[in-house]
């Protein structure tokens, strides 16, 4: 057999392994999960009596809304996080001033470390209110994780590799595009998994600034004692929330690099 047969046996092996390994059975376990709770819920709702309040809000189209909404500000205030975050988490692994990285991590701590409500309450004082707001209100508040593990995918990339690449003509730019990143794409996105699950979770106050969501259902289900309305609001976020770090989780090991 030559080399070439070889190498495309390897590689042919090595693929089916990866998708053997992808699609395993315990890989579904949340999504049914999810179908489980959902089912139950809209039984449970079906075998009660709902009051006219109760019936306005416990409608499709008001349910998909919400959903929408709040699935909105989820992934723009995520897709915005990774943007800005990975670039200035490269940037602080190229700078050698720890001022800085110390400075440009403090902040981003203290816009993790404050509580999500104060957040969004401060911004709609000192700015307005409306979806705007709530989105750069969880840019904020999601900024950490992705910043903090960019810097440490890439700072844990093993120094000869980098030499190994530079030895071999490589520039900076294509030693950091074509070696560095891909190697950190793994702690990158767990940064991004956990930035998902923190902002489907924020968004839930959104509705204190008009913002929309699912928080909607959940205050107005409290404030009314309406608890079929808070407890379908409660369990939609929870669902949500799941089935986003199922799909990120997917989508973290599809990215791997082999042999990691």
């Not at 139950?40 to 006219?52: E, G, N, R, Y």
């Amino acid at each position: 057999m030559t080399d070439t047969s070889l190498r495309t046996s390897s590689i042919s092996n090595a693929d089916g392994a990866d998708r053997e390994r992808f699609f395993t059975p315990r890989r579904f376990i949340t999504p049914l999960i999810v179908v489980v709770v959902l089912a139950v819920l809209v039984l449970w709702l079906s075998s009660m009596h709902l009051d006219s309040i109760e019936k306005r809000t416990l409608n499709i189209d008001y349910i998909i809304n919400r959903t929408r909404e709040h699935l909105g500000l989820s992934l723009v205030a995520s897709a915005l996080v990774a943007i800005f975050a990975i670039p200035t988490g490269v940037a602080l692994s190229r700078t050698r001033s720890r001022v800085v990285r110390g400075v440009v991590l403090g902040v981003a701590n203290v816009g993790q470390a404050t509580p999500a409500i104060g957040v969004i309450i401060l911004l709609a004082i000192v700015w307005q209110i409306g979806y705007t707001t709530a989105v750069v209100a969880l840019v904020i508040y999601s900024f950490l994780p992705v910043l903090r593990n960019t810097l440490i995918g890439l700072q844990q990339v093993d120094e000869n590799v980098r030499e190994s690449a530079r030895g071999m003509g490589m520039t900076p730019n294509q030693v950091l595009f074509r070696v560095e990143l891909p190697l950190a794409v793994p702690v990158i996105l767990a940064g991004l998994r956990t930035s998902l699950v923190f902002a489907v979770g924020v968004a839930t106050v959104a509705t204190f600034i008009n913002a929309g969501g699912l928080g909607d259902m959940i205050v107005n289900g409290l404030k009314l004692q309406r608890y079929p309305v808070l407890i379908t609001g409660a369990v939609l976020v929870a669902c949500i929330a799941l089935l986003i770090d199922w799909v990120a989780g997917l989508t973290e090991d599809r990215l791997r690099p082999r042999g990691t």
